[in-house]
C-alpha cells in the first residue's frame, strides 16, 4: 500500500472550534451549553483568550472550558474562552457607532438562520432536542440577564410523504402548528441565537443549530460530484 492510500485510511476528527466570551460570562457559558445537554469541562483560568497558570482558583476569574457535543468527551469539541482585548475594543468601536448594514444583517439572520454562519448540533432523537429545549427555557425564565441574550426559533419537521412526520410534530410539547417548517424535509430544526459565546464577533452573536432527521431512506442532499482528498 502506497503512502497516499495509507495516509487516506487514517481515521479523522473534527479538532475543535474555538468561541470567545465577554469576561464576567463564565456561568452563562456554562449554563447555556449545559441546557443543550453537552458537556462542559473546566480547564482553569482564561485571560486575553489563552489559559493562564492559576495556582488559586476564584469564582472571580474567568474560565477556559472544552465543550463536548458528547458526554463521553469522545467527539471534537468547542474551546470556549475569554475574547482578546483587540476584539473587544473593535466591538466597541462598531456598537458605538453601527452601520446600517450591521442592523439590517442583523435582522436578516433572525428571518433566515440557516442561510448566515452557524453551528449544528446532531441530536439522536426527536426527545433530546426537545428536553435540550425546555431545559433551556427554564433557564431563561430563571435568569433574566440570560434570557434578553438567548433567542430561540423553532421550524417544526414536514414530509410529503410520511403523515406519522406531522403526527409527531402535532404531539410534540415544544412545537407549535404556527412555527415555520423547515428549510429540509423530515428534519426538525431549533435555532439558537445569542451572545453569550461566538466564534466571531461578539456583537453579532452566535447560531447554534439543533437537529433532528427522521429516518429516511435517502439522504437529504445527494451530492453532484464527489471530490476524493489529495
Known sequence: MGAKESSRGKPKALGHLALHYRPGDSAL???????????????????????????????????????????????????????TSAQLALEDALIAAPPAALEDYRKARAVDPEASFHI?????????????????????????????????????????????????????????????????????????????????LLCLGQTIELDYVFPVAAPHFPPVAVFEPL
Open 120 to 200: 449544528g448540533i446532531r441530536y439522536e432523537s426527536l426527545e433530546q432536542v426537545e428536553h435540550a429545549i425546555e431545559t433551556l427555557e427554564a433557564a431563561l425564565a430563571e435568569d433574566n440577564a440570560m434570557a434578553n441574550r438567548v433567542t430561540i426559533a423553532r421550524f417544526k419537521a414536514h414530509s410529503s410523504l410520511d403523515p406519522a412526520v406531522a403526527e409527531r410534530m402535532a404531539a410534540s410539547p415544544v412545537f407549535r402548528p404556527d412555527d415555520r417548517d423547515a428549510f429540509v424535509e423530515n428534519a426538525v430544526q431549533v435555532f439558537i441565537q445569542t451572545d453569550i459565546a461566538a466564534g466571531g
Open 29 to 83: 457559558v456554562v449554563r447555556l451549553f449545559r441546557s443543550l445537554g453537552l458537556r462542559v469541562e473546566d480547564f482553569g483560568a482564561s485571560l486575553e483568550g489563552l489559559l493562564v497558570q492559576d495556582p488559586e482558583p476564584s469564582p472571580l476569574v474567568d474560565r477556559g472550558y472544552r465543550v463536548f457535543i458528547n458526554s463521553e468527551g469522545q467527539d471534537g469539541f468547542f474551546f470556549a474562552v475569554t475574547a
